[in-house]
């Protein structure tokens, strides 16, 4: 089996008062995939997901990484999506995992 094609869509990287957030798109062999993520100073208001588009043009949530795995390994604050990057690569491959069982 060949490795999935992947291309880049977009990357947004932000900061907010509490904490920081990374929202990348890219394109897996045709389908678009979303991963969001939000680092907040507190774990529960956390959350790391990836979706896929839909041909409706709507967002479906694929899988979330709890935050229990993976706040205590980041930094409170952040000026680059840097300590981001791992965790998003994670999910986007958990995501071509979940699509190639189609």
Same mark, same amino acid.
């Given at each position: 089996?060949?490795?999935?094609?992947?291309?880049?869509?977009?990357?947004?990287?932000?900061?907010?008062?509490?904490?920081?957030?990374?929202?990348?798109?890219?394109?897996?062999?045709?389908?678009?995939?979303?991963?969001?993520?939000?680092?907040?100073?507190?774990?529960?208001?956390?959350?790391?997901?990836v979706e896929v588009l839909t041909p409706?043009?709507?967002?479906?949530?694929?899988? =979330?990484? @709890? #935050?229990?795995?993976?706040?205590? &390994?980041?930094?409170?604050?952040? =000026?680059? @999506? #840097?300590?981001?990057?791992?965790? &998003?690569?994670?999910?986007?491959?958990?995501?071509? #995992?979940?699509?190639?069982?189609?």
């Amino acid at each position: 089996m060949s490795a999935p094609r992947t291309a880049p869509v977009d990357r947004v990287f932000g900061e907010r008062r509490q904490g920081y957030n990374l929202t990348e798109i890219r394109r897996v062999d045709g389908k678009l995939l979303r991963v969001r993520i939000y680092r907040d100073f507190y774990q529960h208001q956390s959350h790391a997901l990836v979706e896929v588009l839909t041909p409706a043009m709507t967002w479906t949530e694929l899988t =979330t990484e @709890p #935050a229990s795995a993976w706040h205590s &390994a980041t930094p409170s604050r952040s =000026t680059s @999506p #840097a300590p981001l990057d791992n965790l &998003a690569e994670r999910l986007f491959q958990r995501a071509e #995992a979940i699509l190639r069982t189609e």
